[in-house]
């Protein structure tokens, strides 16, 4: 976690600059562009964990193609990406899913507590509340009011109080960062864009534009 980054479109980033909160924070930097050329493809990604039934998930639970986000709720790229996705899971209308792992970044004071909070409400109120409860916290970053959000998600607020004040997924959160780092996650947001059926996977970190995401997602459910 000591290490230094700067904040840099990842992947597609010589198409479109595409920011993304490094993991040691530093400067914001983007890349140049150069429209002349057509986009590089995404770059093929290995070590990414498959979607299994601890992960979060969003559509089809059974598509063919995975859009994965490590993510951090106090990240401002994060909450920029998020309709993006949203988007994404309307467009292909089944035939792909949206994955959410955890990617808590240490220089954001609230991305861990939330995290573990966000795991409290998926305990307790399954999948849908969970969805409830990060779309109201990228929808209204800065507001770390937990008791209102977990009501809103249909969580009784005492349960999660004991939950969260246990810290009871706290080693879980951090092992799914463990593993989010050992696929090459560096920043906020990591995206990876997997084939379930043959274990391919692309790279799309940052925030990326919708076209790019698609032109992965494209590339995925063709292979």
Partial sequence: ???????????????????????GGGP??????????PPPPP????DVPPVDASDHVRGDIDALVSVIEYSDFECPF???????????LDEYDGKINWVYRHFPLSFHQNAMPT???????????GNDAFWTF?????????????DKHVKNAGVDVAAFR???????????????MDAGSAAGVSGTPGNFVLNNKTGKAVSVSGAQPLENFK?????????
């Fill in 134 to 146: 990060a779309d109201a916290i990228f929808g209204s970053q800065g507001d770390w009011d937990y």
């Fill in 1 to 23: 976690m000591g290490l230094v980054g700067l904040i840099v479109g990842y992947g597609l980033a010589t198409a479109v600059p595409s920011p993304s909160a490094p993991l």
């Fill in 115 to 125: 995290a573990i909070a966000s795991e409290c409400v998926a305990e307790l109120g």
């Fill in 28 to 37: 914001a930097q983007v890349a140049p562009t150069n429209n002349n050329q």
């Fill in 162 to 176: 004991i939950c969260f004040d246990a810290k009871k997924y706290q080693a879980d959160v951090q092992a799914e």
């Fill in 78 to 88: 994060c909450s920029r990406v998020h309709p993006t996705l949203k988007q994404l």
């Fill in 43 to 46: 770059p093929l990604a290995e």
């Fill in 215 to 223: 032109k992965a997602i494209d590339q995925m459910l063709e292979n």
